[in-house]
């Protein structure tokens, strides 16, 4: 398992923006998949967007046109920018990655893909 790094969490009013960004020394992440959670208290966790190592990305449905989810080679880094934030976006944000699964299994969104995740960035968003 790889160590992930997140950042960019916050507090926002409804309508604003946050960039969530993600990083890890352990392996290059455009290599395999790369997503993004979510967790709001007494919910599951739901997959919000992926990206394989093609570079086709996936959106949960209440995100589509809204968030967008990127990768700077470069930088080694993911990123999630979240746009037009609501109330329910609301919760704990996730980063994950694995090395391995790309294609239609990565795009599923479906956390048991993952090997590697981040501690989580709180994303809190007010009406």
């Known amino acids: 398992q790889a160590q992930l790094v997140e950042s960019g969490g916050g507090s926002v009013q409804a309508g604003g923006s946050l960039r969530l960004s993600c990083t890890t020394s352990d392996f290059i992440l455009s290599d395999g998949c790369m997503g993004w959670f979510r967790q709001a208290p007494g919910k599951e966790r739901e997959g919000v967007a992926a990206?394989?190592?093609?570079?086709?990305?996936s959106y949960a449905d209440p995100v589509k046109g809204r968030f967008t989810i990127s990768q700077d080679n470069a930088e080694n880094t993911l990123y999630l920018q979240m746009d037009r934030l609501k109330p329910e976006d609301t919760g704990m944000y996730y980063c994950?990655?694995?090395?391995?699964?790309?294609?239609?299994?990565?795009?599923?969104?479906?956390?048991?893909?993952?090997?590697?995740w981040g501690q989580g960035t709180q994303v809190t968003v007010s009406s």
């Open positions: 990206l394989d190592s093609s570079g086709v990305t």
């Open positions: 994950a990655a694995d090395p391995l699964y790309t294609g239609a299994w990565c795009l599923s969104r479906r956390a048991y893909v993952y090997s590697s």
